[in-house]
């Protein structure tokens, strides 16, 4: 077995050594054939998947590594498809990249590559927001768009987004369907480039007010309460990604007026030197942004990842020590104050809705409930809160935000994908009008909790990279299917969701029934306290994801402190029970 994949390692690099690849990258595969047998296998082993949606790697030479000619293979794939889906119509794409190292590079090869395909083509002149795309694929009627990103991925990697004519992520059918045209090309000599450099347009920054404007419209709910504390500090850091450009000019658009940026980390650089990974979700990666806060005495501090779709919120408490929110955390405060904004001024006449993903927090549909509005969930990935949306569109329901734990929120329907410039807006005007209600928003955090039950989550990633790592995962979920916890923090497991097979499984009963969200990877298992715990492999890194959600009465606010130990307490039972620690 291993000398096949050998054999079919050492062919695949001699092709690339044979073919007509660049010098500088004969030059590295032929280093990586002398050199560095690990690696070499590692780039040619099987050649990076286009999912669904699209590609995410390592940067570097190989069929497994994100580059110029896996990224063009795509691209044309991509372009066959849409040639066959919109036959006889003149198509439009929109590119836009982050701050990624070849970011820029991947982005104009693109443009290269639809343009000589026939497309017209418009690319940002410079970095921009991924939710800015999506934006531009609706505003310019655009069949399609790519962005060039990774996400909050570390610096080693890249990625590519495929958008569809709504400006979502690609889903079923166009997804499987451009998978399958981009398998199709086996060599770069079928890849289109070198032609029709007029038909790419460029945007500037004539467009970005377009967007901002889009974003003042849709969501200045509060503006007595801005007008009244327009000078709340605010501290942002861009983590040098996307954000720099629009973040603190949508919060000035809003009416904010003191705004400091982490000046260190307004350095646009791939390679993220203030930080080990661009994660909002890490406090070490938001520790520069959160002492600048504490130094400055602010009410709120704002981080957005490098493509600016994912929002950081740190807030202080009582005795003014800042608390970095969780992804669960931000959500439902976003949705609440949405939600109550509505409320206040009479919008809300029982044909709304709200969207969160699976393994996000019930406490988001109990919020809803209370407000009469109606909530569905969804599988994990901004893709299938856009389809709701999509869904919805025509029949009078009116979208108010969706969310996902993994820092994702997307405050209004004019773009389809989670928005970090618009929640970074929505998180400050929640300050200000929380202010204006005589409280904070971690003081609103714990009036929920009193009012709709202390819920608490925490998310455990285990990282297995590689061709074995991929197998370890698999084999992961294969031993929990077959053989289930009966127990989880001392209550025993009533129910088994399996979103692979679509089963719900009733463990006292035996009954079966199904689950229609959708086909997906992931395991929950659901306690008799209301306990749940859901398992999924990573779509977009080499991870397992364990994700734990306990809830507690609080019968009061000075029992928070008691209730938030206890709730620690049992999430650290459940992750020694699973062998996670």
């Not at 929109?94 to 395909?117: G, K």
């Not at 009193?450 to 925490?458: I, Q, V």
């Amino acid at each position: 077995m291993r000398d096949n994949l050998d054999s079919l390692v050492m062919k695949k690099a001699q092709q690339w050594l044979d073919g007509g690849y660049d010098e500088e990258t004969k030059k590295r595969v032929k280093y990586l054939m002398e050199n560095d047998l690990k690696e070499l296998t590692e780039s040619f082993y099987k050649d990076l998947e286009f999912g669904t949606g699209g590609l995410r790697g390592i940067m570097g030479v190989g069929t497994n590594r994100m580059n110029v000619y896996t990224v063009g293979m795509a691209t044309q794939g991509l372009s066959n498809y849409l040639k066959k889906a919109f036959n006889g119509e003149e198509i439009r794409v929109a590119i836009a990249h982050d701050s990624r190292n070849n970011s820029r590079l991947f982005a104009e090869h693109v443009a290269d590559i639809f343009a000589s395909n026939g497309f017209t083509v418009y690319l940002f002149d410079a970095l921009r927001p991924t939710p800015e795309l999506s934006f531009a694929i609706r505003e310019l009627g655009c069949q399609s768009g790519v962005v060039v990103t990774a996400s909050h991925n570390p610096k080693e990697y890249n990625g590519y987004k495929a958008y569809w004519a709504d400006g979502a992520q690609v889903t079923p059918p166009h997804d499987t369907n451009i998978i399958e045209e981009v398998g199709k090309i086996t060599s770069i000599d079928q890849i289109l480039t070198g032609q029709n450099k007029e038909n790419i347009h460029i945007l500037d920054e004539a467009f970005d007010q377009l967007y901002l404007d889009k974003i003042y419209q849709a969501l200045n709910l509060s503006p007595e309460a801005v007008a009244k504390y327009h000078d709340m500090k605010i501290v942002y850091t861009p983590l040098h990604g996307a954000g720099v450009i629009l973040v603190p000019a949508a919060l000035r658009r809003f009416g904010f007026t003191n705004i400091e940026t982490v000046k260190e980390q307004n350095i646009i650089d791939g390679n993220f030197p203030t930080v080990a990974s661009p994660n909002p979700e890490e406090r070490t990666t938001m520790k520069m942004a959160i002492e600048l806060g504490a130094k400055e005495k602010a009410e709120l501090v704002l981080a957005t990842d490098p493509d600016s779709d994912r929002i950081g919120i740190a807030v202080p408490d009582e005795k003014g020590e800042y608390v970095l929110l969780n992804g669960n955390q931000t959500c439902v405060l976003l949705t609440y104050y949405l939600c109550r904004r509505w409320s206040d001024l009479g919008r809300l006449n029982g044909h709304q809705y709200i969207i969160k993903t699976i393994v996000t927090t019930e406490m988001a549909a109990k919020v809803a409930e209370s407000f009469g509005v109606k909530y569905y969930d969804c599988l994990t990935g901004f893709k299938y809160i856009a389809k709701i949306i999509r869904e919805h569109e025509g029949t009078g329901w009116q979208y108010i935000g969706g969310g996902e734990e993994s820092f994702g929120y997307l405050p209004y329907d004019a773009v389809r994908d989670k928005d970090g410039v618009a929640a970074c807006s929505v998180a400050a005007e929640a300050a200000a009008w929380a202010k204006s209600q005589g409280t904070t928003l971690y003081g609103l955090l714990k009036e929920m909790y009193l009012k709709y039950g202390f819920y608490k989550e925490a998310l455990v990633s285990v990282v297995r990279k590689g061709k074995e790592g991929q197998e370890e995962i698999r084999q992961m979920m294969s031993d929990f299917r077959s053989n289930p916890p009966k127990t989880l923090g001392g209550s025993p497991v009533v129910t088994i969701k399996d979103y692979q097979s679509g089963e719900c499984f009733n463990v006292k009963s035996g009954e079966k029934t199904s689950i229609d969200v959708g086909q997906s990877n992931v395991l929950q298992f659901l306690t008799a306290d209301n306990t749940i715990v859901s398992v999924r492999p990573s779509g977009t890194e080499p991870k397992i994801k364990f994700y734990f959600g306990v809830r507690e009465v609080l019968n009061a606010i000075e029992d928070f402190d008691k209730v938030n130990a206890q709730l620690d307490t049992k999430i650290e039972q459940m992750k020694k029970e699973l062998k996670l620690e």
